[in-house]
C-alpha cells in the first residue's frame, strides 16, 4: 500500500470511537473476564471430597480402598533411626535427603528434670493435599485407588511449589531424578510388589511405626484410631490437610 | 563543519545513537550475565548454586519473577484503560505502556525460566498434563496469553490498525489481571504459609501492578527523553502527571493494606507473629522499613506531594523508588513467609531461617534487569515514532 493511500483511510483512533462502540468493547471484556474466572475458580475447589469433622475419618467413610495409612505410637520411638537407614536404602534417598526423619524436643518435667520426645515425620498422605492441588503438570496426585499421594519425576519441571505448599516439609528436590522425592509409603519399592508393610515400619524395633489398611475394621492401625480413651492427633491440623499419619501415646 | 552538518538533520537521530549503543551493549552483557548464571546453576545444580532450601524453596528469584511480572500488568492495564477510554492524559503514554509491558513480562519469563529446575518439561508438561487447581498453571497460561496477545496488538499499533489493537487491548487486560490474580493467589491460596494465607494478597497484587506501571512509565519516559534530548511536550508531561496521581493514590491504599497486614498478623497464630516480628525488627527489618517502607512507599509519596508534581525529575526519581521498593517487597513477601521453620521448636531449630542470595542468583537478577532494559532501548531505537505524541491512539 502506497502512503497516499494510507492517508486516505479513516482514522481508527479511539477518539473517534462512539461510546455505543466502547460500551460494546467493555461488555465483551467483561465476558472474556466471565470466561477466564470460571476457569480459575476451579483451583479453589478440592482436590476429592473430604471433611474434617473428626482427624480420624468416620467409620465406613473412607474414601479410599486400601486406605493406607500409618499410627505413630510416639511415646515409644528412642530414636535408633533404624527406620531412616531402611527408608534409605530401600528407596534410593541421597545423603542430602530425606523422606523420612525423626525430631526431637526437649522439655521440662517435674523436680527439675527434663526429657526428650522423639517425633518421626513422613509424608501423611494427606485426604487434602496442598501439593496436588499446587502442581501445573499433575507431576504429582493422589491415587485414587491406595490414597497415595504419587510422584511421576518425569513431568515435574522443579518449580517446588509443591514443597513450599507442604505443611509438613515432607518433599526434597531430588537431582539424581531432576524432580521432587517423597514418602511413597514404599508403594514403588514394596507395596507395588506385594510386600504389605513399608521399610520403616518393619524396621522399627520398638513398634513405633504402625502401617496398615484403616478401611479394614480388623487392621492394627483400625484398631489402635478405635481403642477407647485414646487420644489421637495430626500434625498441623489447621493446615486442613487430613493426614493419614496419626499420632497416639499408647 | 561537522557540527554544522549534524545540527541541519533531526537532532534525535544523531546524538542519541552513540549513547543507545553503549546502553544496548551494557544490557546485551547483562542478559548474557544472567544467562551464564542460568547455565552454571543448571551445570552444578540449584541445590549449589542457590540458596534456596528444603526448608526455604522459594526466593529472590521468584520475587523478581513476581516484581517484572507485577510491572507488566500494571502498564498493561494503564495502557488498555487510557486507549478504551480514550480522551484521557494518559493515551500518549500509552503504546509505550504496551511496549513496556511485554518486555517486562519477557523480563519475568526470563528470570522463571533460568530459575525452575526443569525447564524444558514445561512447554509440553503444562499443555498435555494441565493442572486446573494449580494456580501456577492458570498463571502460567494466562502470562503466556497475555503476552502473545499483547505482541499482537502491538503489532497492529504499528500497522495502525486501532479498532482492531483496541480489542486485543482489552483481552490482553483481562489475561494480565487473571495472570496477576492467580500470582497472588499462588501465595495466597497456600495454607501452610499462614502469613501469604488469606484473601487480601491478589488484590494487593493488583494495587502493586498499578503502582509499578505507573511508575515504570513515569521513568521510561522521562529516560527516553533524556536519551533523546528531547524536550518533553505539555502533551507527555501532563501524562506523566496522570501517572504521577495513579502512584500517589496506590501508595496510600498499599500503605493502608500494609498497615492492616500487620495488624491482622499480630491478632493471629504464633508463626504470624514471629513473621511480622521477623519484618518489623528481625532479619529481614533493614529490607522492610529502609527499602520496602522509606525508599518505596514514604520518600516518593513525599517528594511527590511536595513537589506537587510539577517536576519531571522529582516524578522520575520517585518512579525510581517505587521500583526499587517493589523488588524489596516482593523479595519480603516471599522470604517472609517461609522464614519461620514449620518445626519450629523441635531439634533446637532457629526461630528464623537464614537466606542470604548467592551471586548466581543475583546474575539472574541483572539479567532480568538487563533484557528489560534491552527491550526499552529497542523500541526508543525501533519505534520513537509510534512513541511520540504525535500520532494518534
Not at chain 1, 25 to 30: H, I, V, Y
Not at chain 2, 336 to 359: H, K, R
Amino acid at each position: 500500500m502506497r502512503i497516499d493511500d494510507l492517508q486516505q483511510l479513516k482514522s481508527e483512533s479511539p477518539e473517534t470511537l462512539p461510546s455505543a462502540e466502547r460500551r460494546k468493547f467493555l461488555k465483551m471484556g467483561l465476558v472474556v473476564t466471565g470466561v477466564y474466572l470460571s476457569g480459575t475458580v476451579l483451583s479453589l475447589t478440592s482436590v476429592r471430597d473430604a471433611h474434617a469433622e473428626d482427624v480420624v475419618p468416620e467409620v465406613g467413610k473412607y474414601p479410599y480402598g486400601p486406605h493406607y495409612s500409618m499410627v505413630i505410637r510416639e511415646k515409644l520411638c528412642i530414636d535408633c533411626e533404624r527406620c531412616k537407614e531402611a527408608c534409605v536404602k530401600t528407596n534410593s534417598v541421597p545423603v542430602y535427603g530425606f523422606r523420612t526423619t525423626i525430631l526431637e524436643k526437649r522439655r521440662a518435667i517435674a523436680n527439675g528434670e527434663h526429657e526428650t520426645i522423639f517425633m518421626p515425620v513422613l509424608c501423611n498422605q494427606c485426604n487434602r493435599p496442598p501439593c496436588v492441588r499446587v502442581c501445573p503438570t499433575t507431576a504429582t496426585w493422589k491415587d485414587k485407588k491406595t490414597g497415595i499421594v504419587m510422584m511421576n519425576s518425569a513431568r515435574c519441571i522443579g518449580c517446588k511449589t509443591c514443597m513450599t505448599a507442604c505443611p509438613y516439609n515432607a518433599r526434597y528436590f531430588k537431582e539424581e531424578t531432576r524432580a521432587v522425592d517423597k514418602c511413597d509409603f514404599c508403594w514403588e519399592s514394596r507395596l507395588s510388589k506385594g510386600e504389605k508393610t513399608t521399610a520403616c515400619a518393619e524396621a522399627c524395633p520398638a513398634d513405633v511405626r504402625v502401617f496398615g489398611d484403616l478401611a479394614d475394621t480388623k487392621s492394627r492401625v483400625f484398631e489402635l484410631l478405635h481403642s477407647p480413651e485414646t487420644m489421637i492427633w495430626v500434625l498441623r491440623p489447621e493446615a486442613g490437610a487430613l493426614p493419614n499419619v496419626y499420632y497416639v501415646n499408647v | 563543519m561537522k557540527e554544522n552538518i549534524t545540527a541541519t538533520l533531526p537532532s534525535r537521530i544523531v546524538v542519541t545513537r552513540p549513547a543507545i549503543n553503549i546502553l544496548m551493549t551494557v544490557t546485551i552483557l547483562c542478559i548474557l550475565a544472567g544467562i551464564a548464571g542460568g547455565i552454571y546453576a543448571q551445570v552444578i545444580g540449584h541445590d549449589h548454586a542457590f540458596a534456596n532450601t528444603r526448608e526455604m524453596p522459594w526466593g529472590m528469584l521468584i520475587g523478581v519473577y513476581a516484581y517484572f511480572a507485577i510491572i507488566s500488568t500494571g502498564l498493561c492495564l494503564l495502557a488498555a484503560i487510557s486507549h478504551l477510554f480514550g480522551g484521557n492524559n494518559l493515551a500518549p503514554l500509552a503504546n509505550r505502556m504496551v511496549w513496556l509491558s511485554i518486555i517486562s513480562l519477557l523480563g519475568a519469563f526470563l528470570v522463571i525460566g533460568l530459575e525452575i529446575e526443569n525447564p524444558w518439561r514445561m512447554p509440553l508438561g503444562v499443555l498435555l498434563h494441565p493442572n486446573l487447581t494449580s494456580n501456577i498453571w492458570w498463571m502460567g497460561t494466562l502470562y503466556g496469553l497475555a503476552v502473545g496477545i499483547m505482541l499482537i496488538e502491538f503489532y497492529l499499533i504499528l500497522s495502525r490498525r486501532f479498532a482492531l489493537a483496541l480489542i486485543l487491548g482489552v483481552a490482553g487486560a483481562v489475561a494480565e489481571t487473571l495472570a496477576n490474580s492467580n500470582l497472588g493467589s499462588v501465595f495466597a491460596s497456600i495454607n501452610a504459609r499462614p502469613f501469604w494465607y488469606g484473601s487480601q494478597l491478589p488484590i494487593f497484587f493488583l494495587a502493586c501492578a498499578f503502582l509499578s506501571g505507573a511508575a515504570a512509565v513515569v521513568m521510561f519516559t522521562h529516560y527516553s527523553h533524556v536519551l533523546a534530548r528531547k524536550q518533553m511536550t505539555p502533551t507527555v508531561f501532563s501524562g506523566m502527571q496522570t501517572a504521577g496521581k495513579v502512584m500517589i493514590l496506590m501508595i496510600f491504599l498499599i500503605s493502608i493494606a500494609n498497615a492492616w497486614k500487620f495488624a491482622n498478623a499480630y491478632t493471629g497464630n504464633e508463626e504470624m507473629i514471629l513473621t511480622a516480628d521477623a519484618l518489623v525488627h528481625g532479619p529481614l527489618a533493614t529490607s522492610f522499613w529502609v527499602f520496602e517502607i522509606a525508599i518505596g512507599l514514604v520518600l516518593p509519596f513525599a517528594l511527590m506531594i511536595a513537589t506537587r508534581l510539577n517536576s519531571v525529575q522529582a516524578m522520575s526519581t520517585a518512579a525510581l523508588m517505587v521500583l526499587v521498593g517493589q523488588f524489596f517487597s516482593r523479595f519480603n513477601m516471599v522470604v517472609s513467609g517461609q522464614i519461620v521453620p514449620q518445626y519450629y521448636g523441635y531439634n533446637e531449630l532457629p526461630l528464623y531461617l537464614s537466606y542470604l542470595p548467592t551471586a548466581a542468583e543475583f546474575l539472574l537478577v541483572i539479567g532480568g534487569i538487563g533484557l528489560v532494559g534491552f527491550g526499552f532501548l529497542a523500541g526508543e531505537r525501533l519505534f520513537p515514532s509510534v512513541f511520540s505524541t504525535d500520532r494518534d491512539h
